[in-house]
């Protein structure tokens, strides 16, 4: 498992000098969090660059796999970001990640994957800030963590 | 594979954090990327001709935009590649403005993240597919299930716009609830006086001709959706021509059986053949067959049709149930609501002390088509020297309905007033809970009651602390340790709550019912005429608990959409982006039918396998992710695409 970027296929080195950079995926909704994600950048609050953002439709799209695949390829940390218990686009997708995501914590651990590396939250399309402070925790979580060794 | 990179500098908004050049030589040691062009402004018009003239001149098979949020203008490109000749879901927007150039101070870490997004996007873009819009033909008939206010609303204002209209009601009459209101809150309208212009209308109107009025009649099955419903509608039997009788009501006479009548309460009977309440539109008369000694005993009476002096063939003894076919390209439920059971409060005596009455019943003796021609009087025929109303029966309550059904308080200050002119000398009381008077009339009406000297007003904390006994002359209430009132008659308000076929009716449609059991909005401000599922709309007391003035403008509300989205002969497009199931891998488990928030995956039991319906898929992808042999693909977000993306982040 790969926890630099020096052999990637782009060529990007993406570790700085001197300090662990973590690499974290992010998986947002279309509808809420992703919003929520466009709201940070409209309010241009900055936050860690560390965070790759992959839009789905909903939530309930994502296969546990996908952020075990994160994580095999490289990732350092897995976010997850739904819309809040409610306001699903429909109805009820964010219900079925939160079950999908307590079950897949224990995997991860049993793993030996530390659970502040996968994180699961709700953030609405207007929680601009909540979304770039999870993100800045996230990170900054994921560092103390150091790489993710395979 | 010929793959072109659109980046948009969005004037000085990417271009002053993330440097275009920089991007470009990280993504070309990748290979996949056939070429990289910049624009000042992809999505201004010069922008747009731009991109339409390069994909024209360039024939590329996939490309990739960096630019702003694809929220903002993922369907506008989608646009340009269309007007270009080219499948618009070949495509992947990356979104570098709102989450990369505004949120990052340092351009070199900002063109990092900018070119490992693309590498993501490129990688995914490879597998995009050319999907195809589906198109499909519209039917513009609407049915109407329930010819309350909200149903004849919804029904004169589409008929007016030259729609065909199919209205259903399940009992003899139309017009709801308020036709046997005598006189309405808040400014003691009379109801059958205010809704007959509407009735008329419907019945016999300028554009009544494109509505199709089926009484006695109920929904059995509808199959479909938006644009195409086929619906199955089973109509009772009259047993008298609605369209030649003259509804003078003759033949009610000889009749030789009659029943407690259920319109009023049961305080009076009726014959086997009657109308629902004098007044009732349409104005025919109707055979109950559970009376009527033809069908009970098998008789040969015929004493009703003798009666008629229409002649014969008007009462029309051989009249059948009818099953009758429709096709129609949207739903209007508005099928009201109804009363809480009284009785489930043992301590109110409702059921088993004769006069206490529900306020429903209460108006039945005020109406003067009522079982007491509109006197006011006990089971005993006596005038009551004193009336208790009990608001808040079952609202407000946790353990009945948490909610305030919003019209019972001003129905108990119309009964206030009435009861001025009725019984003047009599003592008011009103025990309630709260006291919810709304809107810019409704104060007028309480501010009436609490001015008439003859009214007391006691707040209750709970209805436990009410009992209701029987005293001499009438009923007396204990009201916690030591107040006691005499009340001759007592009236409760109920909650309003779910009509007793929604159930029944949402499961027939799939629409969803929220956690009273009322049906369920798509959003509870901003689309309370619309359900869960396209093509059906709400209206009225079936939705939440509504006055006349809420039901009927929701019912035009309905009507509003119908018109805007369901047109006839016009096709509705459906986007391309739902799930699809490989039949050859599905083992039949039903997972994906259990999961779908909108009913759109079923289980095709010949074939053993689980099939989605395109049209009621919405593209969540959740079956997708819980299929356990991955038969599901979600179309646009297929695991491979997302898996390419996520290496391609990674680096």
Redesign the interface.
């Known amino acids: 498992m790969k926890n630099t970027?020096n052999n990637?296929?782009?060529?990007?080195?993406?570790a700085f000098p001197g300090e662990f950079e973590p690499?974290i995926?992010g998986f947002l909704c279309?509808w809420c969090s992703?919003?929520g994600?466009?709201k940070?950048?409209?309010s241009?609050?900055?936050?860690p660059?560390n965070v790759?953002?992959?839009?789905?439709?909903?939530t309930?799209?994502?296969?546990p796999?996908?952020i075990l695949?994160?994580f095999e390829?490289?990732?350092d940390g897995v976010l997850v970001l739904a819309c809040h218990p409610g306001d699903c686009?429909?109805?009820?997708?964010n219900l079925?990640a939160a079950q999908?995501q307590a079950m897949l914590s224990r995997v991860l651990e049993q793993m030996g994957i530390a659970r502040q590396r996968c994180r699961f939250d709700y953030v609405s399309a207007g929680e601009g800030e909540k979304f770039?402070r999870i993100v800045t925790e996230m990170v900054a979580g994921v560092k103390q963590c150091g790489p993710l060794k395979p | 594979m010929k793959t072109g990179v659109y980046f948009c500098n969005c004037g000085t908004n990417i271009a002053d954090k993330i440097d275009a050049d920089a991007v470009k030589k990280?993504?070309e040691?990748?290979g996949r990327m056939s070429w990289f062009e910049t624009c000042p402004f992809l999505c201004s018009e010069e922008g747009k001709e731009f991109l339409e003239r390069d994909l024209k001149a360039k024939s590329p098979e996939r490309i990739v935009i960096a630019a702003c949020?694809?929220?903002e203008h993922e369907t506008t490109f989608m646009r340009v590649m269309e007007k270009a000749g080219m499948n618009p879901y070949l495509m992947q927007m990356v979104?570098i403005?709102?989450?990369?150039?505004?949120?990052?101070?340092?351009p070199a870490?900002?063109a990092?993240?900018a070119?490992?997004?693309i590498?993501?996007a490129l990688g995914r873009v490879a597998l995009h597919e050319a999907l195809q819009k589906e198109a499909l033909e519209v039917a513009g008939a609407v049915l109407i299930i329930g010819a309350g206010p909200a149903g004849l609303k919804a029904a004169a204002t589409l008929a007016e716009a030259g729609r065909k209209v199919i209205l259903v009601e399940k009992s003899p009459v139309i017009g709801g609830l308020p036709v046997l209101f005598e006189e309405l809150f808040p400014d003691m309208e009379c109801g059958p006086c205010m809704l007959e212009p509407l009735m008329g209308e419907i019945l016999h109107g300028r554009y009544a001709e494109h509505i199709e009025l089926i009484t006695l009649a109920e929904v059995r099955e509808v199959a479909g959706f938006l644009g195409n419903f086929e619906v199955k509608i089973r109509q009772q039997p009259r047993y008298v021509d609605v369209h030649q009788c003259i509804g003078c009501g003759e033949c009610f006479e000889p009749c030789p059986v009659s029943a407690p009548n259920p319109c009023n309460g049961n305080l009076d009977e009726k014959k086997a053949i009657a109308f629902s309440f004098f007044g009732g539109l349409p104005n025919a008369p109707f055979i109950n067959p559970a009376l009527c000694t033809r069908f009970t005993d098998g008789s040969d009476c015929t004493a009703c049709s003798a009666a008629c002096p229409m002649g014969e063939g008007i009462v029309r003894f051989d009249d059948r149930e009818a099953l009758l076919e429709r096709q129609v390209g949207a739903i209007i439920l508005a099928t009201g609501a109804c009363l809480y059971d009284c009785s489930r409060f043992e301590n109110l005596g409702y059921g088993r002390l004769p006069d206490v009455r529900t306020a429903l019943e209460f108006e039945r003796l005020l109406a003067s088509n009522g079982p007491s021609a509109g006197a006011v009087v006990t089971s005993k025929g006596l005038a009551p020297r004193s009336i208790a109303f009990i608001h808040c029966v079952g609202s407000r309550d946790e353990a009945h309905r948490p909610y305030c059904s919003g019209i019972c308080c001003q129905v108990a200050f119309k009964f206030n007033h009435l009861l001025e002119e009725k019984l003047p000398e009599a003592q008011i009381h009103h025990l309630y809970r709260e006291i919810v008077t709304p809107g810019k009339q409704g104060y007028a009406l309480h501010s009436a009651a609490r001015e008439n000297p003859r009214s007391t007003f006691r707040r209750y904390g709970d209805l436990a602390e009410l009992s209701v006994a029987e005293a001499e002359g009438g009923q007396k209430i204990r009201f916690g340790e030591e107040v006691e009132i005499a009340a001759d008659l007592v009236v409760l308000c109920p909650a309003v709550v779910p009509g007793a076929d929604a159930r029944q009716l949402a499961e027939m449609l799939d629409v969803?019912l929220d956690r009273f059991g009322f049906f369920e909005e798509e959003h509870g401000r901003l689309e309370v005429a619309r359900s869960?599922l396209r093509g059906v709309y709400l209206a009225g007391a079936c939705q939440e608990p509504a006055d006349i003035q809420r039901a009927t403008g929701q019912g035009t509300a309905a009507a509003g959409f119908i018109l805007s989205e369901v047109i006839e002969g016009r096709t509705i497009e459906l986007a391309p982006?739902f799930a699809a199931v490989d039949a050859e891998k599905c083992s039949g488990c039903r997972v994906c039918n259990s999961?779908c928030?909108?009913a759109a995956v079923n289980f095709d039991v010949e074939r053993g396998v689980s099939a989605v319906n395109g049209v009621l898929c919405?593209?969540?992808?959740?079956c997708?992710?819980?299929c356990p042999l991955k038969a599901i693909k979600?179309n646009h977000?297929t695991?491979e695409m997302?898996?390419a993306?996520?290496?391609g982040?990674?680096?």
């Open positions: 970027a990637s296929p782009t060529g990007t080195e993406i690499r995926v279309n992703y919003a994600a466009d940070a950048g409209m241009q609050i900055p936050y660059p790759q953002i992959l839009r789905v439709m909903c309930g799209r994502i296969e796999q996908f695949k994160a390829r490289g990732a686009h429909y109805k009820e997708g079925r999908r770039a | 990280q993504l040691a990748d949020s694809p929220r979104n403005r709102e989450q990369i150039a505004w949120v990052n101070k340092d870490a900002a990092r993240k070119a490992l997004a590498s993501g969803t869960k982006i999961v928030p909108f919405r593209g969540c992808g959740t997708a992710a819980a979600a977000f695991q997302i898996q993306e996520i290496e982040v990674l680096g």
